[in-house]
Structures are given as structure tokens and as C-alpha cells.
């Protein structure tokens, strides 16, 4: 991983996460895009989570993981 991992002490714990959850949150999200994004590296844990920080953006993702991998 070019940047990473990240450590729990890099965040801030808000009354929705974690400091360790937004650490690993992070370490997820640069591993799945280091593997130049692999399909079974998007879980659906993944994708819950980026769609909860990004919106419509991970709609876009998954649909684009599906068709490229797709065979």
C-alpha cells in the first residue's frame, strides 16, 4: 500500500464510529484499490460503508466491478 495502514490514533471517535473503525474503514478501502480493485475484495460491508460516506458514488462501483468482471 502506497499510504497505510492507518492507525486508530490518526481519528477522531464520533458518536457514529470509532477511531478503529475509521482506521479500518481506510486500510479496507486502500487495500481494494491497491488490488486494482478486485471483486472479492467488495464486500458488502465495503460497499454498505461507502455508500454511507460517499452516496451515489458506490452505486456507480459496484456497477462497475459487476460489468467488468462479468463475463
Do not use: W
Not at 479500518?24 to 467488495?42: I, K, P, V, Y
Amino acid at each position: 500500500m502506497p499510504k497505510g495502514p492507518f492507525l486508530a490514533s490518526e481519528f477522531v471517535p464520533t458518536q457514529f464510529s470509532t477511531a478503529g473503525d475509521k482506521a479500518n474503514f481506510g486500510n479496507t478501502l486502500l487495500h481494494f484499490l491497491d488490488a486494482d480493485c478486485s471483486r472479492e475484495l467488495f464486500t458488502k460491508r465495503l460497499y454498505n460503508h461507502l455508500s454511507m460516506t460517499f452516496g451515489h458514488i458506490a452505486h456507480y462501483v459496484e456497477g462497475a466491478i459487476m460489468r467488468s468482471t462479468s463475463v
